[in-house]
């Protein structure tokens, strides 16, 4: 019933950018969190942004604030996570996700629905 396409992952060097997109295919939008999360090899996943898909705040992990920007494309049901300075660290795959919830949380377990992943590399 949900499903979540991610696109748009490569190879950059550091300081270029990225713009990562997620198409959401559901049949209600309504009471819904977009948010996008990160794996390095290694590493557990971690919160990245998430923005409520109705409006208001954006939400950000202090790692990225100020460089990365969550925002969406009502009519075309998509998610966005425009990634600039990037840096060797920010290398992961990247996975978008879906929460059927009116408030925006960060927690990784909160997030029912997950896409397949893209891999952002970034070379020093």
């Known amino acids: 019933q949900v499903q979540l396409v991610e696109s748009g992952g490569g190879l950059v060097q550091a300081g270029g950018s990225l713009r990562l997109s997620c198409a959401a295919s559901?049949?209600?939008?309504?009471?819904?969190?977009m948010g996008w999360f990160r794996q390095a090899p290694g590493k557990e996943r971690e919160f990245v942004a998430a923005?409520?898909?109705?409006?208001?705040?954006?939400y950000y992990a202090d790692s990225v604030k100020g460089r990365f920007t969550i925002s969406r494309d009502n009519a075309k049901n998509t998610v966005y996570l425009q990634m600039n300075s990037l840096r060797p660290e920010d290398t992961a795959v990247y996975y978008c996700?879906?929460?059927?919830?009116?408030?925006?949380?960060?927690?990784?377990?909160?997030?029912?629905?997950w896409g397949q992943g893209t891999q952002v590399t970034v070379s020093s």
């Open positions: 559901i049949r209600s939008f309504t009471n819904v969190v």
């Open positions: 923005t409520s898909w109705s409006g208001g705040s954006e």
């Open positions: 996700a879906l929460d059927r919830s009116s408030v925006v949380v960060t927690t990784t377990s909160a997030y029912n629905y």
